[in-house]
């Protein structure tokens, strides 16, 4: 119970904070979902080829996602509504999957031995934006207006 305890504060520190994103600093504003052309069905084909694995091929992640594996890593959380995703803004979706845990939280100055790979040098940033498209398009209206409250508060925060 105190490893969860840890954990969870640790994930709330990180996620109440909001997403720090690492780009050119020449670059003030990061991009946005609305910076680029989303196709949903590219989005699903490429979540089932890329995240399925560890996350579900019905957003379900692993059992007990909760608690960390014998490595100390916490598993693989759903993406459908009975997980966290939701509660997070499209900043920190898109620096999750496109830098990885470790390398995101970093940029917080936090050490964390996140399990969740960068994808990166894998998927261009449109294919990012598809794939969490596809993610919010299985969310029901009440849960995707929950999460767009926090995008667009996260969005504010960050402009000024």
């Given at each position: 119970m105190?490893r969860?305890l840890?954990?969870?504060?640790?994930?709330?520190?990180?996620?109440?904070g909001?997403?720090?994103?690492?780009?050119?600093?020449?670059?003030?504003?990061?991009?946005?979902?609305?910076?680029?052309?989303?196709?949903?069905?590219?989005?699903?084909?490429?979540y089932?080829?890329?995240?399925?694995s560890?996350?579900?091929?019905?957003?379900?992640?692993?059992?007990?996602?909760?608690?960390?594996?014998?490595?100390?890593?916490?598993?693989?959380?759903?993406?459908?509504?009975?997980?966290?995703?939701?509660?997070?803004?499209d900043s920190?979706?898109?620096?999750?999957?496109?830098?990885?845990g470790?390398?995101?939280?970093?940029?917080q100055?936090?050490e964390?031995?996140?399990?969740?790979p960068?994808f990166?040098?894998?998927l261009?940033?449109?294919e990012?934006?598809?794939?969490?498209?596809?993610?919010?398009s299985?969310?029901?209206d009440?849960?995707?207006?929950?999460?767009a409250?926090?995008?667009?508060?996260?969005?504010?925060?960050?402009?000024?």
């Amino acid at each position: 119970m105190k490893r969860f305890l840890v954990y969870g504060g640790l994930a709330i520190m990180v996620f109440a904070g909001g997403a720090a994103l690492i780009w050119d600093s020449s670059n003030a504003n990061p991009p946005t979902v609305a910076d680029f052309p989303i196709n949903i069905a590219e989005g699903e084909t490429l979540y089932l080829e890329t995240c399925a694995s560890c996350h579900g091929a019905n957003l379900e992640g692993q059992e007990d996602w909760q608690s960390p594996g014998d490595d100390g890593q916490l598993k693989a959380p759903p993406h459908d509504e009975t997980g966290h995703t939701w509660h997070h803004p499209d900043s920190l979706l898109f620096t999750y999957t496109k830098l990885g845990g470790k390398k995101t939280l970093a940029a917080q100055g936090m050490e964390f031995n996140s399990g969740m790979p960068g994808f990166g040098d894998q998927l261009s940033d449109t294919e990012i934006w598809n794939i969490i498209a596809y993610i919010k398009s299985t969310w029901s209206d009440r849960v995707r207006a929950s999460q767009a409250e926090r995008t667009a508060a996260d969005s504010n925060s960050q402009g000024e």
